[in-house]
């Protein structure tokens, strides 16, 4: 007999297993998060010069941008044009002792854990007539605050968890059937993890087997959400591209957090040129020679949710559809409608570049380039894709 072929063990990712992902604004008050939020959405968030303005958590969907989506517009001429978006929360700033209750501390932090990654807006710019809540300007001090009442929330979480599969662990003894021992093994690993915050340490930055990867992801936890840190600055130093914070900021992340993207960004100036008028926008831009960095913004903060789309696209839509990383084809074609993936033959499927390059639908089959992929199919991002179903089943019950 011939070997088993070896089946390669996907690794699964930590965060919430859904293609319907939001990504939240945190960080200490007044450091500009409304500005920046308002500037992202152009929505109207109360951002006047007090903490504690933002309570309930403002939601916006937002656009992201991509000249591949342009282009199949300009290309198939639609009646309709959907774009992907992005899900976007403000949450009110939160203070030192915040997990032990300070300010509107635990709300805050249950908005927080709410969301599947942290736009961590840092201020860097300093101005009389913005108080701090901490007094000076120090942009290390601000984030290291923000780091520890996040982790300080986890430990407390996990100290709880642990102690109650403990007294499960215990009743159970040392026989038990297999829920049992799944509990033994849930409890092992809930301990390494909340040691391994105890040591200081975010769990996004750990190494972790597939299994426990499953139990953190049950657990929710704030530290295991990916984070992009937005560095605040002045109008002025932003345009002639200089803060003495910057390097510092630099210098955190990597000894801290390495790994966590950061941007740096005036939320002053992107929210000027979110208030200008299109022509004016584009007077702005060319006499500063400093184009928004909202887009930017957008796409990392899609990209670090894990999410990638693919295109359908013809006379009547182009459209594009919001998935998970490594979603296979019938999955994908799911979230168009259940029927799609419940009754999934094949998936026709061309690459945005080459019908860029070939230019009509006919061209890229004609060049063999327009592929039937199969149900193991893993999509990627920018295909465009066109599936056949056929659906004879009555759906299964849940």
């Known amino acids: ?108 932090l249950s908005h927080i854990k709410a969301v599947d990654a942290i736009f961590h807006v840092v201020r860097a710019f300093d101005e009389a007539d913005v108080i701090h809540v901490e007094g000076e300007l120090d942009p290390l001090r601000d984030m290291e605050i923000i780091r520890e009442e996040l982790r300080l929330k986890d430990e407390e979480f996990l100290t709880k968890q642990a102690t109650e599969l403990a007294n499960v662990v215990r009743r159970v003894g040392n026989g038990g059937n297999a829920a049992d021992k799944a509990k033994k093994e849930e409890s092992a690993i809930v301990d390494k993890v909340l040691e391994f915050v105890k040591e200081g340490k975010d769990v996004r930055h750990g190494t972790w087997t597939n299994k426990e990867i499953e139990v953190i992801n049950g657990l929710h936890l704030i530290t295991a959400k990916p984070v992009i840190y937005l560095a605040n600055l002045s109008e002025r130093d932003y345009l002639r591209k200089k803060n003495k914070w910057l390097p510092k900021i630099k210098a ?111 061209a890229v089959k004609s060049n063999g380039k327009y592929n039937q992929k199969g149900k193991e199919y893993v999509v990627e991002d920018g295909d465009i894709i066109y599936f056949k179903f056929n659906v004879t089943a009555p759906a299964k019950k849940k």
């Open 252 to 362: 955190w992340i990597d000894e801290n957090s390495a790994g966590d993207p950061m941007i740096p960004y005036s939320g002053a100036y992107e929210y000027r040129l979110a208030l200008a008028e299109p022509e004016e926008k584009e007077t702005i831009v060319k006499e500063s020679g400093a184009p928004s960095v909202m887009p930017k913004i957008i796409v990392m903060g899609y990209k670090a949710l894990q999410l990638i789309y693919y295109f359908t696209g013809g006379p009547d839509e182009v459209r594009a559809w919001t998935i998970r990383k490594n979603t296979k084809a019938p999955g994908a074609a799911g979230v168009i409608h259940t029927d799609f993936e419940r009754g999934f033959i094949m998936a026709e499927v061309m690459k945005y570049e080459d019908l860029h390059e070939l230019g009509s639908d006919s």
């Open 1 to 108: 007999m011939p070997p088993k072929k070896a089946v390669k063990e996907e690794k699964p990712m930590l965060g919430r297993p859904s293609n319907n992902l939001k990504i939240g604004v945190v960080g200490l008050p007044n450091v500009g998060k409304s500005t920046f939020f308002n500037a992202l959405t152009n929505a109207s968030a109360a951002a006047e010069n007090y903490p504690f303005c933002t309570i309930d958590p403002e939601e916006s969907r937002v656009a992201v941008p991509d000249p591949r989506f342009d282009w199949l517009c300009k290309h198939y001429k639609p009646a309709k044009e959907i774009p992907a978006f992005l899900t976007v929360i403000d949450i009110a700033g939160l203070v030192k002792g915040a997990a032990s209750g300070a300010g509107l501390g635990n709300a805050f």
